[in-house]
């Protein structure tokens, strides 16, 4: 199998010959029958460049010790993402409670002891070597998804056979994108209309789901047509036939939030389907921030059993859930109609990844007098980084602190 030159341990036996552009080769497995050792490494990735037919890549027998080589590299790899999402940023950090990150971490790495499993992820993060950041925003993403759906999955409780099925899909959900006509230049996406869109859809979904059957991984016939299935529905999905928690209910929204509300290699969006984008506005069919993202999805599926808990497990993850007050944008409106003077801001602002907890008053020189200013101030950063001192409106905070209240079951 193809090893990255920095993957490679002493002791890894070469399964072909490494031959340099040049014509000669720089080492048979004649040459290291004990397999390779320091020196041969260091020459290897010193003329990594040179190699061919593919340059930094090597031909390596698979064994068991290559493989825990490989499960070593991809758990770096997704504890990193994990990191990343536990500092916060982009995505809001999912994985704070501690007990449930192990139980997420626990079913992943289950997954990845999988040699099929290591084989299919080890090669998809190959694709993005040395990529430009648009590259590797698509294997972040993937880790993302995989994260966030495993969370959404514990806190649903889902059963572990399911967990591991989930785990699956959402590794392999979008490895059909690299076989893709558009690949790598995925921002022509952002000149596609409808049924262009409809088609890369329709064409990445199914190469991911042939990508999983070719893997050939040993499981039951009908554990093998649920994953193929929550790979093929992870954009488009008919939730009326659909089972409640299940792992394509999972996936899907999953990979719609991370993917409105994370980087990717084009600006267009296009989970939400036109039909979705009709209701909500096209506006989603953009990059936005993770409150607009779950006031999307409660508006969608209030109504929609079948997705209603998995909704509501992603806010919880996320610490949104009073945005699953029903009209939560018209209650908030209505509290910051009262200022007589347009002056209110709601902090953090809605278009944010965090829920507003207070209104402040913009009307810095108080040029009007207003019953409503509060006595306390409040330090907000601007844009600019610079920090600026507001008065709190009382009674928009008031309002707002007991609206939110509402989320809570026992109103405290
Ligand atoms: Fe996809
Ligand atoms: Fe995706």
Redesign the pocket.
């Known amino acids: 199998m193809l090893l990255y030159v920095d993957d490679i341990m002493p002791g890894m036996q070469l399964e072909s010959a490494i031959a340099l552009k040049a014509g000669s080769y720089l080492i048979t497995p004649k040459e290291a029958p004990d397999g390779l050792n320091e020196k041969f490494i260091d020459s290897i990735r010193r003329f990594s460049k040179q190699l061919t037919p593919l340059p930094d890549f090597v031909n390596i027998i698979e064994n068991e010790s290559t493989l825990a080589k490989l499960h070593e590299v991809l758990s770096a790899d997704i504890a990193r993402v994990a990191e990343a999402v536990k500092a916060g940023g982009d995505t809001p950090n999912f994985l704070s409670d501690g007990e449930l990150e192990e139980k997420v971490s626990r079913v992943v790495d289950k997954v990845l002891a999988n040699p099929d499993v290591i084989r299919e992820v080890y090669q998809f993060k190959n694709a993005f070597r040395e990529g430009a950041d648009s590259k590797t925003a698509l294997l972040d993403?993937?880790f993302r998804?995989t994260l966030l759906a495993a969370a959404t999955g514990v806190k649903l409780r889902m059963s572990v056979v399911s967990m591991i099925n989930l785990v699956i899909a959402s590794l392999m959900?979008?490895m059909g994108i690299l076989r893709s006509e558009q690949y790598p230049a995925l921002q022509v996406l952002d000149e596609f209309n409808d049924d262009q869109l409809q088609d890369f859809v329709d064409e990445h979904t199914g190469h991911s789901v042939e990508t999983f059957k070719n893997a050939g991984m040993s499981m039951l016939p009908q554990t093998r047509l649920d994953i193929a299935r929550t790979i093929e529905l992870?954009h488009r999905i008919d939730l009326a036939t659909e089972k409640p928690r299940s792992p394509a209910v999972v996936l899907h929204l999953a990979?719609l939030v991370?993917?409105v509300i994370g980087p990717q290699p084009h600006k267009l969006r296009y989970n939400f389907s036109r039909e979705q984008l009709r209701i909500l506005g096209t506006g989603m069919a953009k990059r936005n921030g993770t409150n607009r993202v779950i006031l999307a999805l409660v508006k969608l599926y209030r109504k929609v059993p079948v997705a209603w808990d998995t909704v509501v497990a992603i806010t919880e993850l996320f610490g949104q859930q009073e945005l699953t007050i029903e009209n939560y944008e018209e209650k908030l409106k209505d509290i910051l109609d009262i200022c007589p003077h347009a002056k209110q801001k709601p902090y953090p602002s809605l278009s944010g990844g965090k829920v507003p907890r207070m209104v402040y008053c913009n009307d810095l020189e108080q040029k009007y007098q207003c019953e409503h200013r509060g006595q306390s101030q409040v330090a907000i950063q601007m844009p600019s980084g610079k920090m600026v001192q507001f008065f709190k409106c009382g009674t928009m905070t008031n309002r707002l602190v007991k609206l939110n209240r509402e989320s809570k079951p026992n109103g405290d």
């Open positions: 993403h993937t998804v959900h979008d992870h990979d991370d993917e």
